[in-house]
């Protein structure tokens, strides 16, 4: 589905530093989502958005920021990276109404070095 | 606590073999439960969900809540099988949305 899209596919960072990933989609979805991808724990919610404006934490959002000024805009800033933070991010998108599924993005692989 | 797990990282099997994605629950509520894949190179997509009772694929899963089990089940596994499958569970109250993953299993399916 094109109609989500995330970038960037692959960042490296130094400890410290502020990182934004964006993410797109083109379908005015309700819901958005972040995911981080890690072996051991598959994929774990950091934060989640119910509309513009409305956004609420998930099970791992210490040391994250997301903010939602537009329906299809969903970017998740690392104000101050850790190495713990190194993972592949997952968006996704959904209009939950009759229990559509999520609609993932292709990841942005992120290292922190 | 809400939680999933899958108890096997690696299934490897021979093409033309069942297989079975094992996956556990713990919610106290009424569960909604899906499988979602992931090929090599391509997005996480759906799978199923408990609640159409569809076979995808060739893949059905069976809600038991008895033994708060949603196993992922294909009589004869394929090569273009082999992806990694993720279980998950949809958090109440259901209309946010929030879906929690379990660890994932990979399925390698040899010629």
């Known amino acids: 589905d094109a109609g989500i899209t995330q970038s960037p596919r692959y960042k490296i960072t130094e400890t410290g530093r502020q990182v934004t990933l964006m993410c797109h989609q083109t379908w005015s979805h309700s819901y958005m989502f972040w995911y981080r991808q890690d072996l051991g724990h598959g994929l774990r919610l950091i934060y989640y958005s119910a509309a513009a404006d409305i956004t609420d934490k998930g099970e791992v959002p210490d040391g994250y920021v997301v903010s939602r000024s537009k329906t299809e805009n969903f970017p998740l800033t690392l104000e101050s990276a850790t190495r713990s933070q190194t993972s592949v991010y997952f968006c996704a998108s959904s209009d939950w109404e009759g229990n559509s599924p999520l609609h993932f993005g292709n990841g942005t692989r992120l290292t922190v070095t | 606590a809400q939680r999933v797990t899958q108890p096997e990282k690696l299934l490897s099997v021979f093409k033309g073999a069942p297989v079975e994605l094992k996956c556990n629950y713990s919610?106290?509520?009424?569960?909604?439960l899906f499988w979602y894949v992931q090929y090599s190179r391509q997005r996480l997509q759906l799978l199923l969900r408990h609640i159409s009772r569809e076979s995808i694929k060739g893949f059905t899963a069976d809600l038991n809540k008895g033994e708060t089990s949603f196993h992922l089940k294909k009589p004869f596994a394929q090569e273009e099988d082999s992806a990694m499958y993720y279980c998950a569970l949809l958090l109440s109250p259901s209309n946010t949305g929030k879906l929690i993953f379990g660890q994932g299993t990979t399925l390698q399916v040899k010629p």
């Open positions: 919610y106290s509520g009424s569960p909604e």
